[in-house]
């Protein structure tokens, strides 16, 4: 109780009522589904978030050599799946994700393991372990909505793009079919549904998209320091927020947890809360529990300072107002809003 009532102190001057209110707003979604449990981006690794208690998971998803859309994160696919089952199953191919149609990659299963432990063995993992499409990614969603009469489970989509791989598809036909995903499963109106990208012009033809009017629709930002700059004052973060978001026909922006605390500690701007009142729901990647620590350490040069444990650290955003955060571990995250949730309920009474 003792942390709670600090926090609120240190961070914004609230009641223990509007404590509750931005507790219960923050939605917890699994990043690429649970990777500190294993299985990242897979239909194991999904399950395993919404059976932890998550309020929905993140995927990504990346074009292959026939112009689809396969679930995954990396171009180069080494780390995913290691050169081993690569160079047996497809030998002389390379790891590019450029050089497999999508049916291919569907035949590959996911052994990067849980942090720290060694990679699996491709031969005995189960089919849940494939690389799976976007529509299976949803199905697997829908049924879960349904077995825990959960029907704002969440979904987000991430759309990865890179220059030099863009030559078997467009931007359009990405669009296009993201579209037709959602389409076949009646989800063009869900609002649980959510689409983002950190390509600019991904977004921008994701947002006229006339058939994902009613899709939220999020920007990725604060991977670089020019886009940081642009929120180290109020009026250049209202700004930026019109411009980025309101009038490109989105509706969230999407930030990292270390230059939003520079922004909200360094330089004095609670850009949350301006979000907030401009209708902005504001989204943090990535809460990596044992690593957290290191992504301070990334931006020490300008003053960041870290936290002394992630219960400390969630909790800090958490209060801030944020409406959703990713997370590797999926229990500690839950287990944190809870607490505070409890903390708050408590003090108010």
Known sequence: MKTLILLLMTTMTISAQRAVELI????IIGHRGAPGYGGENTLWGFQKALDLGADGFELDVIPTKDGKLIVGHDFDLKRLLGKEQLDEMFPGRGYDVINYTQAELQTLKITYPEPGGDRYDYKTLSDEYRMPTLGESIDLLLTNRAAKTREDLKIYIEIKTKKNHMHTTSLNKISAQVTAALEKRELLTDVNVWIQSFDYEMMDVIAVNPKLNKIPKTQLAF??????SKFTKSRKAKKYLKKQILNRNLQMLHVWKVPSKYILENKKVAFIQIAREMGIPIHLYTFRDPNFQGDYK????????????KEEELKYFMLKGVDAIMTDYVTSAINTRTELLNEAIIIEK
């Open 298 to 309: 990334s931006m020490a040069a300008l003053g960041v300072k870290g936290f002394e444990s």
């Open 24 to 27: 219960n707003y923050c939605n």
């Open 223 to 228: 991977d670089n320091i020019s886009e940081i």
